[in-house]
C-alpha cells in the first residue's frame, strides 16, 4: 500500500523500503502504479515540457491533452508546467496555463481539478490538492505566483480576478495545542471555500479556509480575509473587513 486511499502523500509514508521506488514516483506524480502509464507520461514530458518556442507550444497542445482527464479546444500550455494526477484534471476551451504552473490534483478522495473555458492561470501558479476539489468557472484570470489549495473544496467563480501572490486556500487547518506533532496530523477544513462570480481580489490578498466572498466584492490589496464577504461589498485589511461604500475612492486602489 502506498497510503493514496486516505489520501496522506507526507514523506514518512514513502520511505518504509517496501515499495519499488518507480512505484512511489509513479503513485505521488501521476496516481497510478502500472509501468505503461508511467512511461507514457514520462516520456510526454520529456519530449514537450521544457521545449521553448512556437514548436514547445504545438506539442504540449497535441501531447498533454493524452494524459489530461478532459481537455476543450485551443489549450495553450506554457514551457515548464507540470501536471501532476493529470487524469484528473479537466479543462475546458480556449484556456491559457502560462510558464511555470503546476497544477496538482493529487488524491483519491476527490473529482479533482475542473477549469472552465477561458480561463487565464499566470506564471508559477500553483493549483493543488491534498484530498480536495477545485472548480475555476469560466472567464476568471489568475495572476502570476499565486496559491490555490485545496483539501476539501475551492470554487472561483465566472469572470473573477485574482491579482498576483495571492493565497487562496480550502482545508490546512492543524490543531497546534495538540501533543501530535503538527507534520504528523492530517489536517481538517471547517468547509468549502467559495469565492463569488466577478470579484476582485488585490496582490497578496489571503483568503482562508471556509471563508464565502459574494459576487461583485473586492478585496483591498494585502487583505487577509477571516470572514464572510457580503456580495457587493468592499473589504480591506487585516483582519479584512467590509468598508462604507460612500467612503471608498473611486477607483478602487488594489
Not at 36 to 63: D, F, M, Q, T
Not at 157 to 174: P, Q
Not at 190 to 206: E, F, R, S
Request: one cysteine or more.
Amino acid at each position: 500500500q502506498l497510503g493514496m486511499e486516505s489520501g496522506n502523500f507526507k514523506v514518512k509514508e514513502f520511505n518504509q523500503g517496501k515499495v519499488p521506488l518507480w512505484q512511489q514516483y509513479a503513485a505521488l506524480t501521476i496516481g497510478k502504479v502500472d509501468l505503461g502509464s508511467l512511461l507514457k507520461y514520462e516520456l510526454i514530458v520529456l519530449l514537450c515540457s521544457g521545449l521553448p518556442g512556437a514548436l514547445g507550444l504545438y506539442a504540449r497542445s497535441k501531447l498533454y491533452p493524452l494524459l489530461l482527464g478532459e481537455v476543450g479546444k485551443s489549450v495553450v500550455f506554457g514551457r515548464g508546467v507540470t501536471l501532476r494526477h493529470p487524469h484528473k484534471i479537466r479543462i475546458g476551451s480556449g484556456v491559457i496555463v502560462d510558464d511555470g504552473c503546476v497544477i496538482d490534483a493529487k488524491g483519491q478522495e476527490h473529482s479533482g481539478i475542473s477549469i472552465g473555458d477561458g480561463v487565464f492561470v499566470g506564471r508559477n501558479s500553483n493549483l493543488y490538492c491534498k484530498d480536495g476539489t477545485i472548480e475555476i468557472k469560466s472567464r476568471a484570470n489568475i495572476g502570476t505566483n499565486c496559491q490555490v489549495y485545496s483539501g476539501r473544496k475551492l470554487v472561483i467563480g465566472s469572470g473573477t480576478l485574482i491579482a498576483a501572490d495571492s493565497y487562496i486556500m480550502s482545508g490546512g487547518r492543524y490543531e497546534y495545542r495538540s501533543a501530535v506533532p503538527l507534520a504528523d496530523q492530517e489536517g481538517y477544513s471547517d468547509g468549502p471555500t467559495v469565492i463569488g462570480d466577478n470579484c476582485w481580489l488585490g496582490a497578496k490578498a489571503v483568503v482562508l479556509d471556509g471563508v464565502s466572498i459574494g459576487d461583485n466584492a473586492v478585496i483591498g490589496a494585502g487583505a487577509v480575509v477571516t470572514k464572510d464577504v457580503p456580495t457587493n461589498a468592499i473589504a480591506i485589511g487585516i483582519p479584512a473587513k467590509v468598508m462604507d461604500k460612500k467612503q471608498a475612492p473611486e477607483p478602487v486602489s488594489l
